[in-house]
């Protein structure tokens, strides 16, 4: 039995390919649903892809969205916070790659800051 994991950048990889063989976007979707059934990526997430590359963008890697927001641990910001902490919550906001209301909450929910008239 194989020990094959099939991820996404794998797919994604695939399409490369197949945008390189010349196929159309319809036709990679076709030859991934043929192969991995109902675990292709749709039709129109194909197409997407093969606009990507088209445009010379060739990173598998899913782009940064707006949303719900990036995660953090705590001891990622503790370590900043040792560092210097002299650090703006924007800068410490820069650093883990979240929003500074992120990091004012979660200063806040530590007791590291707390809420005006308290």
């Known amino acids: ?41 749709t039709d129109k997430s194909c197409r997407e892809w093969f606009r990507r590359f088209k445009d010379g963008d060739f990173s598998v890697e899913d782009k940064p969205r707006s949303g719900q927001p990036q995660k953090f641990e705590d001891k990622e910001l503790k370590v900043l916070l040792e560092e210097g902490q002299t ?9 883990l790659g979240v929003t500074q209301q992120a990091v004012s909450a979660r200063l806040r929910a530590m007791g590291i800051i707390q809420t005006q008239g308290n």
Not at 87 to 95: D, F, G, H, R
């Open 87 to 95: 650090q703006t919550q924007e800068e410490l906001a820069e650093s």
């Open 1 to 41: 039995m194989s020990n094959f994991v099939l991820t996404k950048q794998h797919l994604r990889e695939v399409l490369i390919f197949c945008f390189n063989w010349k196929k159309s976007a319809a036709e990679a979707h076709q030859m991934l649903v043929e192969v991995y059934g109902d675990i292709a990526p």
